[in-house]
């Protein structure tokens, strides 16, 4: 592995966002692009000690929430917006959890509930 090639999958959520946010318009494609790869490899959601990022890309979605145990799955109609970085396509939101945990969760896409494309650990209970 090259060093460029470990700087791009050793980043956190909150240096790539930072990446993302500052990208100067003709960049910002390539740096998008070098981000989904590094997903592509790692999966989402990524995890910075008790921080939990939810991330989804599509660049045709509107509205983007993820909902699980953390929002008792919508029942009560409260679900976790994801907010969209840019025009990228790219929606993410933050969990921060009080200690270790595994989180069963899915992703709502325009009023579709679906699984994570990029969460390469699933569940077949819901």
Known sequence: ?????????????????????????????????????????????????????????????????VTGEFTDWGRTGVMMPMTPLRHTGLFHATLELDGPARLEYKVVVDGRVITDPLCPHTVDNR
């Open 1 to 65: 592995m090259t060093d460029r090639q470990h700087d791009r999958t050793a980043a956190s959520f909150p240096a790539w966002r930072h990446r993302l946010e500052q990208a100067a318009e003709p960049h910002l494609k390539d740096e998008l692009q070098n981000f989904l790869q590094m997903l592509e490899t790692v999966g989402t959601p990524m995890m910075d000690s008790l921080a939990v990022h939810f991330l989804y890309y599509d660049p045709r979605a509107h509205h983007v929430a």
